[in-house]
């Protein structure tokens, strides 16, 4: 990705690899928020 703003979730830095997201995650991608939750 391009840019300084790295992904992060939950306030550490995303690498390469894919993640399994957990209820109550947070994301943050090009300065935008998004939580993740878990619907039953």
Do not use: R, W
Not at 3 to 24: C, F, H, Q, R, Y
């Amino acid at each position: 990705m391009e840019g300084s703003n790295k992904p992060t979730l939950n306030g550490a830095a995303i690498g390469p690899e894919p993640v399994i997201l957990k209820d109550g995650d947070m994301l943050e991608l090009a300065g935008t928020q998004m939580q993740f939750l878990q619907v039953d």
